[in-house]
């Protein structure tokens, strides 16, 4: 499995670094903004191209899929242009930052018959398959999700501290991470609310957010999310159920009293981004939809749209 790595940031080393465990795949070539940035990554993973032009990585007849961890904005239209030229695609979450432009991903994606799916990394951790697992057999429902979600980034930084040309946001990217999973783990949801907070004078962006969310089965979630937090980072999830309580972090799991659950044997491996790889390349080798295809996740992004509105509503309001 040939494949081209479209955004040579912070996270796109996380799937380089998961890719080296994946045997028989094979990094081809490193597309960045910065010549620099794609061919110091190039150098450091052994990777034989490098460019800025994604279009000209399409263009090479060795390339069988394509991973895009670019900015949101451009995520939609590059994976349209992936399946246009033929090539299987993998888009970071978010999908877009537009409910218009995830259904024209959708569409590309039926019309094509290629695989497409989005990293919604959330149903890989090792953490969150193991409470999946529990419901798929019967032995564990949600009846409440408690998600936190922050970071301290009153500047435009990225995962490692660095200056980033875009601006990340809490409802599209980082909400979507849990209203995906709410769907996944406690059904499809019916009902949901969202509240803002005020939005950054330079970044243009809302710093705190509160959504609320219920399913079909009933079960409910409440979602704090925060760009103002100087404190421990990151994404906590409680889920509440019938039989337990468990607490996910990343890719670890505790009980409701902060007892370590033992995940070995969950999967073939503990890192998350590496599991959300391993079935990018699996789906394509066998031609089967993946968990995670754009067809799956697409409810989420029909969800963000509602709140999206919702939200721009509110801000109508005087």
């Not at 991903?105 to 529990?134: D, I, W």
């Not at 057999?137 to 999700?145: I, L, P, Y």
Request: proline share 3%.
């Amino acid at each position: 499995m040939r494949i081209a790595l479209a955004g040579a940031g912070a996270f796109g080393e996380k799937h380089l670094d998961g890719l080296t465990n994946i045997a028989g795949a094979e990094v081809v070539s490193i597309i960045s903004g910065s010549a620099d940035q794609a061919a110091a990554v190039a150098a450091k993973y052994g990777v034989g191209h490098s460019t800025t032009d994604l279009s000209e990585a399409l263009a090479r007849d060795d390339i069988d899929a394509v991973i895009l961890c670019t900015p949101t904005q451009m995520h939609a239209a590059q994976a349209i242009a992936c399946m246009d030229a033929g090539k299987h695609v993998q888009v970071e979450i978010p999908l877009a930052d537009s409910l218009a432009d995830a259904k024209a991903v959708v569409a590309k994606a039926k019309e094509t018959g290629l695989t497409c799916m989005v990293g919604h990394t959330r149903r890989f951790n090792p953490s969150h398959q193991y409470v999946h697992n529990r419901i798929v057999a019967g032995e564990f429902a949600v009846q409440q999700m408690d998600v936190q979600t922050y970071f301290f980034r009153r500047k435009n930084l990225n995962a490692k501290g660095e200056p980033r040309s875009w601006t990340d946001h809490l409802l599209w990217h980082h909400a979507a991470h849990t209203i995906d999973l709410f769907a996944y783990q406690a059904g499809r949801i019916v009902q949901a609310h969202a509240m803002q907070g005020p939005k950054h004078p330079e970044l243009g962006i809302a710093m705190d957010m509160s959504i609320q969310l219920k399913s079909e089965s009933g079960a409910i979630c409440t979602l704090s999310l925060s760009f103002n937090n100087d404190g421990p980072l990151g994404t906590f999830f409680r889920y509440i159920g019938d039989t337990a309580t468990y607490i996910a972090r990343y890719d670890d799991l505790v009980n409701g009293k902060e007892e370590p659950i033992d995940l070995a044997g969950v999967t073939v491996s503990t890192n998350g981004i590496e599991l959300q790889d391993r079935e990018f390349i699996a789906a394509i080798r066998e031609g089967r939809q993946p968990n995670s295809s754009v067809e799956q996740v697409f409810d989420c992004y029909r969800v963000i749209g509602q709140l999206a509105a919702d939200l721009d509503r509110q801000d109508g309001w005087s």
